[in-house]
Antibody, heavy 120, light 109 residues
Framework: QVQLQQSGAELVKPGSSVKMSCKAS????????IYWIKQRPGQGLEWIGR????????NYNEKFKGKATFTVDKSSSTAYMQLSSLTPEDTAVYYC?????????????WGQGVMVTVSS | DIVLTQSPALAVSLGQRATISCRAS??????????MHWYQQKPGQQPKLLIY???NLASGIPARFSGSGSGTDFTLTINPVQADDIATYYC????????FGGGTKLELK
């Protein structure tokens, strides 16, 4: 069965960085983009960007350029997102989700989310 | 960016029909494809895909959920509403870089 398994919650200090993972299983990893999506407490959903696991090509929401960096390890079917220069505004749940590279079928599988808390 | 507008909340009685709307700031349709998708999110859980491309039921989703619309106006219908459907519902477009509506919280009347 398809799964996107994300790493655990993080408590980090302002100004630091955090790197989280999203391990995919149960499907052909390179056939789907991995998107990263932010949800602040009690708020809606916001697209951060995406990575193509086959090509490694990335696209970032302008708002998150310089904040987020995506990488992928095809050998382990794992996508990573690093967030830098963290501020309290970065406190949120971060989801990974897959989107087919050739068909608009929505984000059909999501990870369980990583809660990142930025606090001194 | 394409802005998606949803009403913040909708109150409904169990067993009745719920109609949740989503309006896009520009068309999200390409040819015959309406690139709007709907999700359900319960507290503490990740969103779940309900409907893709405006009217296609995602795998494992009950038939009481349905979607319609084209261009800029889309609707998610739940009929009849069950207690398990109390959640927040989001629309999302993939015509351009993805954006989400602000969410509609479905509440019991």
């Amino acid at each position: 069965q398809v799964q996107l398994q994300q790493s655990g919650a993080e408590l980090v200090k302002p100004g630091s960085s955090v790197k989280m993972s999203c391990k995919a299983s149960g499907y052909t990893f390179t056939s789907y983009y991995i998107y990263w999506i932010k949800q602040r407490p009690g708020q809606g959903l916001e697209w951060i960007g995406r990575i193509g696991p086959g090509s490694g090509d990335t696209n970032y929401n302008e708002k998150f350029k310089g904040k987020a960096t995506f990488t992928v390890d095809k050998s382990s079917s794992t996508a990573y997102m690093q967030l830098s220069s963290l501020t309290p505004e970065d406190t949120a749940v971060y989801y990974c989700a897959r989107f087919h590279t050739m068909a608009h079928r929505g984000f059909d599988y999501w990870g369980q989310g990583v809660m990142v808390t930025v606090s001194s | 960016d394409i802005v998606l507008t949803q009403s913040p909340a909708l109150a409904v009685s169990l067993g009745q029909r719920a109609t949740i709307s989503c309006r896009a700031s520009q068309s999200v349709s390409i040819s015959r494809y309406n690139l709007m998708h709907w999700y359900q999110q319960k507290p503490g859980q990740q969103p779940k895909l309900l409907i893709y491309r405006a009217s296609n039921l995602a795998s494992g989703i009950p038939a009481r959920f349905s979607g319609s619309g084209s261009g800029t106006d889309f609707t998610l219908t739940i009929n009849p509403v069950q207690a398990d459907d109390i959640a927040t519902y989001y629309c999302q477009q993939s015509r351009e870089s993805p954006t989400f509506g602000g969410g509609t919280k479905l509440e019991l009347k």
